[in-house]
């Protein structure tokens, strides 16, 4: 069985609008045991926060185990395998996926095109 990582924005997807998942994402989230990172609750909070995201983090977090979600927390080793990335995406939220995926090792499934440059552990759906 695959284990993959779901982005932020898939992962909104999955929980509040599964219809808006692409079929090649929903056919890897059915088939593999899938990963959320705690940087991903994050993400929503400040976006939530700074009014840009409409979306209850806690809420959120409530529904990962429920939808077969397991969480996957921070740790330093993720944070430093950061500084070993090159520099093809800005967003830090993005980076510490992709450092995360490539730390555990996870697949990171992804809907930002940019992201599919950093290896073939990156699947864009």
């Not at 998942?21 to 593999?32: G, N, Q, S, T, V």
């Not at 939530?48 to 979600?69: M, N």
């Amino acid at each position: 069985m695959s284990r993959i990582l779901l982005d932020t924005h898939l992962l909104l997807w999955a929980v509040s609008e599964p219809k808006k998942l692409p079929p090649r994402a929903r056919r890897w989230i059915d088939e593999a045991e899938v990963f959320v990172s705690a940087a991903s609750i994050w993400e929503v909070s400040i976006k939530t926060a700074l009014g840009t995201l409409t979306a209850d983090p806690a809420q959120l977090l409530a529904e990962l185990e429920p939808a077969g979600f397991q969480l996957l927390p921070v740790t330093g080793e993720h944070a430093a395998a950061v500084a070993l990335l090159p520099p093809l995406h800005n967003d830090p939220f993005d980076r510490m996926l992709v450092s995360q995926a490539k730390t555990e090792p996870l697949i990171l499934l992804t809907n930002d095109s940019a992201l599919g440059g950093y290896g073939e552990f990156v699947i864009v759906s």
